[in-house]
């Protein structure tokens, strides 16, 4: 039995027992979106009429059932499995006989273990496996965007769990906790001139961004090296 891993992080990519696929290889669009849209549903299965409305809203019913069994046979022949899709009962699978692993999915699952359960190998885990965003060239697809951004804030509460706050604030410059987080360390190490820095960038960002000052906790790390 082939064993299938689905990247979703940074770019997608898919790998059948050794032999890997991506979005180049393919060469269409459709393939790309249908694999990745199934791989981030339950179970890599959804209704038929849903994967349509999802992928081709403005097409014709007929245009769209088209183009779904087209993707599907190129997906069939690139991978090289005649199940890596299966159309039937009125649902659309992917390698639904087969032990699949989709990155985006165990991301989930180790900051649960690790931010919500405690453990701190599973933060780190979970931090070396976020390689970009989900599916970042593909931000114009709706479907998409909410996986997007609860895979974004889970990542950066891996990152604040494991006090990689530089790391945090390069992946959101209004994250205050970890211009705090820094402040801190600075303040630790005696660089109050860092603090202060720091203190003055974070001001910069939250008045630019989101039209607000920082927290009484940076302030009161800010006079503290003053």
């Known amino acids: 039995m082939a064993h299938v891993r689905v990247g979703l992080l940074g770019g997608f990519g898919l790998d059948v027992d050794g032999v890997t696929v991506t979005a ?13 849209y199934l791989a981030l549903a339950r179970d ?5 009429e849903q994967v349509l409305e999802a992928l081709w809203p403005d097409a014709p019913p007929g245009s769209a059932q088209n183009r779904l069994h087209k993707a599907a046979h190129f997906l069939r022949r690139a991978t090289g499995d005649a199940d890596a899709v299966v159309l039937s009962g009125g649902t659309v699978a992917l390698f639904p006989h087969r032990q699949v692993d989709v990155d985006s999915a165990e991301l989930a699952r ?12 599973a933060v780190h885990r979970a931090i070396a496996l976020y390689r970009g965003d989900l599916l970042p060239f593909d931000v114009d697809e709706d479907w998409a965007l909410l996986p997007r951004q609860h895979l974004r804030l889970r990542f950066r509460e891996a990152l604040r769990a494991a006090g990689e706050f530089a790391r945090l604030v390069e992946v959101d410059p209004t994250d205050e906790d970890g211009h705090v987080g820094l402040m801190r360390r600075m303040l630790l190490d005696g660089d109050r001139g860092g603090v202060i820095r720091q203190f003055e960038l974070l001001t910069r960002v939250l008045d630019d ?3 607000v000052g920082p927290s009484a906790e940076a302030r009161a790390l800010r006079d503290r090296a003053a």
């Open 209 to 211: 961004e989101l039209g």
């Open 24 to 36: 180049e290889s393919l060469g269409r669009r459709d393939p790309v979106r249908l694999a990745a």
């Open 44 to 48: 890599r299965r959804v209704h038929r």
């Open 110 to 121: 180790l900051v649960r273990a690790g931010v919500d359960g405690g453990d701190p190998d």
